[in-house]
Structures are given as structure tokens and as C-alpha cells.
């Protein structure tokens, strides 16, 4: 639950409770390092369709509620869109004024990265620098009881494994190409993206925001598109939308 639903004395209530817990928490173990989770929207998921990576409904894209909307330091200004993350509790040192609102240690919980959890007033969970993660309410409830508000976990990145090829979904105008890149699998977060047509080169896209990637060209007839992953990894989707296609239309390629 984001700061912003809380009063004065709640907040300095929960304040005083992550300082306590910041330093009840065991260690990470190898490979995984610590953060909280909080919750927004309601029990039911909505009001998290959406978020700054411009999924424009989580639901329909395939993504469902398992996503997260990320503290500054992990979203990077959008580059962390897409990319998964493993969550699971993370052990504390229970005292009266800390308690450990977990179901379960060792279950663990994978969501994709589409939102962004922006800082706030000082003293808000996702200021810098902390690594938070803010979560629909159903992944909250996953792993930790909504009377807590806040649960501290351990999180690691993921492969993402997704269901079909990479998605595009056309937008823009004749001479404003803009596409969101979506269900992408391996590491999940597209760091670079070119575009071609039978009568072009390849063209360099920009990152508009988030998930959108843009070209100020009038691209006609089928394209391929080339995409580097955050790994590193590179992969060309021939003709991934077709000839005759149209805004509006998602066109589905290769995968990772």
C-alpha cells in the first residue's frame, strides 16, 4: 500500500517500522537482494492495468496481475520495462513492534516489470534509493497479508517465459511510427530496436517511453524488426507484420 493512502500518523508509524525491519532482516542469500513490497489498487487487481510502460491493459496483453510497479533505481527511466523478477519473503526477527506478515518463506512469486512507483514526500517507500516493489493487490496477497502493508522480501532477476512470439502493437501515423514491443521473452527488457521495409535500410527506433519504440519514417509493406535484450541478446523477426497492415493492429514474430 503506497504511502499515499496513509495519514501523518501512519506514515511515521510505517517509518519507524522499516528502519526496525531494515535491520531485523537475515541476509539475502547468493544471488538475491533485499527490498519491500507494498500493494495499490483494489482487491480485484484494478486500477493496475495500466502504468509508465505503456502496456495499455496488463490483462488483455497477457501479463495478467502478476506485475510490479518499480522504485526509481530498479525502473531505470523505462529500461526495466518487461524485464521479470523473482519475489519471495524474506525472513525478520519478529519483536513487538515488527512482525513478519508473510504467508509463506519459501514460496516464491514471479512478476514482470510495468509500471513505476515514483518517489514521493520524503520518507516514501519508493524513494531512492531503495529497491521497492509495489504490487496489485492479488500478487500482494501471494505472499503477504494486506493488514501488513508492507512485507520485507528477498528478489532476484528471471528469465521471462513467455506464451507465443514478441508482440507489436502499431500505432502512431504515416510519417510517425509508433510500436509497443510486448511479450518478450528471455530477458524480457528491450534495449534497442530496429525497423525495416522492403524499399528501406534498417532504421534506428527510439525509446518514445516505457515499452514504445518510435521512427519519424513512412515505413510501407511488411516489417522486420531487430531487438536487443538487456542480456545482450539479438533477434531478428522477418516480416513480423504484414503486408496491408494498419494502426492499431498487434502482429505477433519470432521469440527469445
Known amino acids: 500500500m503506497t504511502m499515499a493512502a496513509f495519514g501523518v500518523k501512519q ?12 535491520h531485523s532482516v537475515v541476509g539475502a542469500p ?20 495500466g502504468g509508465a510502460c505503456g502496456y495499455q491493459n496488463t490483462v ?7 506485475t510490479a510497479a518499480l522504485s526509481s533505481p530498479l525502473f531505470q527511466g523505462g529500461k526495466a520495462c518487461g ?14 513492534t515488527v512482525k513478519n506478515w508473510c504467508h509463506d518463506y519459501s514460496k516464491a512469486i514471479t512478476v514482470t516489470a510495468t509500471n513505476l512507483c515514483p ?4 520518507g516514501t517507500w519508493c524513494d531512492p534509493p531503495r529497491h521497492h516493489f509495489d504490487l496489485p493487490m492479488p500478487a500482494f496477497l501471494s505472499l503477504a497479508r494486506q493488514e501488513g502493508g508492507v512485507a520485507p522480501v528477498y528478489y532476484r532477476r528471471v528469465q521471462c517465459l513467455k506464451k507465443g512470439g514478441i508482440r507489436f502493437t502499431m500505432g502512431g501515423n504515416p510519417w510517425f511510427l509508433m510500436v509497443l514491443v510486448h511479450n518478450v521473452g528471455g530477458a524480457g527488457d528491450v534495449v534497442a530496436v530496429k525497423v525495416k521495409c522492403p524499399s528501406s ?7 518514445n517511453w516505457g515499452a514504445l519504440w518510435t521512427v519519424q519514417k513512412k515505413m510501407v509493406g511488411p516489417l522486420s524488426f531487430l531487438l536487443t535484450t538487456g542480456d545482450g541478446r539479438r533477434l531478428t523477426a522477418y ?13 505477433e514474430g519470432a521469440q527469445y
Not at 524485464?83 to 513487538?96: G, H, I, P, W, Y
Not at 518517489?119 to 520524503?122: L, R
Open 11 to 22: 506514515t511515521v508509524a510505517l517509518l519507524v517500522q522499516l528502519a526496525v525491519v531494515v
Open 201 to 207: 535500410g534498417w532504421y534506428d527506433m527510439y525509446r
Open 30 to 49: 547468493p544471488g538475491w537482494q533485499d527490498a519491500h513490497i507494498t500493494y495499490y489498487g483494489s482487491p480485484n487487481g484494478g486500477g493496475t492495468q
Open 83 to 96: 524485464a521479470c523478477f523473482q519475489l519471495q519473503c524474506a525472513r525478520v526477527q519478529e519483536t513487538r
Open 60 to 66: 488483455s496483453l497477457g501479463y495478467g496481475f502478476m
Open 119 to 122: 518517489p514521493g514526500s520524503e
Open 239 to 251: 516480416n513480423a507484420v504484414g503486408n496491408g497492415w494498419t494502426f492499431g493492429q498487434t502482429w
